[in-house]
């Protein structure tokens, strides 16, 4: 028995949520190997299943899955080293287990969960064009009137979500992701690290700059300031500092 089971909540109300993480893959800007960011899964995982909520994580591709390094914060580069809550999760071996062998994305069923989670890292933005099962499964929460949540750079997403008309789902939306403001700083740093020549770019391409392409109504909070936003069943957050922020906005309009 964990500590779900006795969650005092209503089991009525208690709802099933699909987090989507990225499968390791390489930066094409930096060389890099790149994955998901640990705080996009470890907040949004840690503050629904306090609530007693079951969390099943997936992969765009199946199979085993890793962190960006720069997101774990036992990392030398100390980036996120307050990052207390993923610090446990990565010292759970339960948990670690859930992700040495995950199951793709094409092979979620809608109908049996309540919202989808697209968490971000730096791997969605050189692996989500190559992830079709994953955009469509997105598209499918949307469309069935279930929540479809897409955070930092898994709004990503969006780039490629389309409805069934073959509208783009986040035209006319409002919608949050990481910020060109954000973009310049994660620039700045790896131009100092001497990473990338000052006329390159860590991203192939950005999340504000797409969104605003295809008719949605962007919106961000400052620089590294937590944010998350909902229009009808869809709901973004920022970027990797939103992870609880966007798991409260989702867990409200989950209806508790």
Not at 66 to 90: F, H, L, T
Not at 140 to 153: N, P
Not at 216 to 238: E, S
Request: charged residues 20%; hydrophobic residues 40%; glycine residues 10%.
């Amino acid at each position: 028995m964990s500590h779900k089971n006795l969650n005092p909540l209503n089991p009525s109300k208690l709802k099933r949520v699909a987090i989507v993480i990225s499968n390791p893959s390489v930066s094409t800007t930096t060389g890099w190997p790149v994955g998901f960011w640990w705080s996009e899964l470890t907040h949004p995982y840690y503050k629904l299943t306090e609530k007693g909520h079951e969390v099943e994580i997936f992969s765009y591709f199946g199979g085993k899955c890793e962190g960006d390094a720069m997101s774990n914060p036992e990392d030398p580069g100390q980036w996120q080293a307050e990052d207390v809550i993923s610090r446990g999760y990565i010292h759970d071996p339960a948990f670690m287990k859930l992700l040495d062998n995950t199951k793709a994305a094409s092979a979620i069923d809608v109908n049996q969960f309540d919202a989808i989670i697209i968490a971000g890292g730096q791997g969605p933005m050189f692996t989500m064009e190559q992830a079709p099962d994953t955009v469509q499964k997105f598209v499918e929460f949307y469309e069935a009137g279930k929540i479809a949540v897409a955070l930092c750079h898994g709004v990503a997403v969006l780039r490629y979500a389309k409805l069934s008309n073959g509208v783009y789902l986040a035209k006319g939306k409002t919608v949050t992701g990481f910020a060109n403001i954000e973009e310049d700083f994660a620039d700045e740093a790896v131009w100092g690290m001497g990473a990338l020549p000052k006329d390159k770019h860590l991203m192939p391409w950005r999340i504000e700059d797409e969104l605003r392409k295809i008719g949605a109504n962007y919106l961000q909070a400052g620089l590294w300031k937590g944010f998350a936003i909902r229009d009808g069943n869809l709901i973004t957050g920022q970027q990797n500092f939103s992870g609880s922020e966007t798991a409260d906005v989702l867990i409200q309009a989950m209806g508790e």
